[in-house]
């Protein structure tokens, strides 16, 4: 399964870059997974290590939107899904 991450404001000035393409198959934890969540997603990302770890951290606060809605960590990955990462509030 690929999907596209994007970052913005901090996140994205932690990270990097601003977006990137990913197969989630490759990602730490989430080999044979299926249903995956956006939450798993993050830990995932997380256990890639610097600087993913800090950007993402768990007691973070970090909103994130799958194909442009704001969803809960619960909300499941499709094969394509668009994934963005921000703070909770961003200037414009």
Known sequence: MKVNLRYFASV????????EDIGVDGLTGLTGLTGLTLGALR?????RGEPYASALARGKAVR????QVMSGEDAVLRDG????????????
């Open 43 to 47: 830990d995932a990302l997380i256990a």
């Open 81 to 92: 899904s668009e994934v963005a990462f921000f703070p909770p509030v961003t200037g414009g």
């Open 12 to 19: 994205r000035e932690a990270i990097g870059r601003g977006e």
């Open 64 to 67: 994130i939107a799958l194909d």
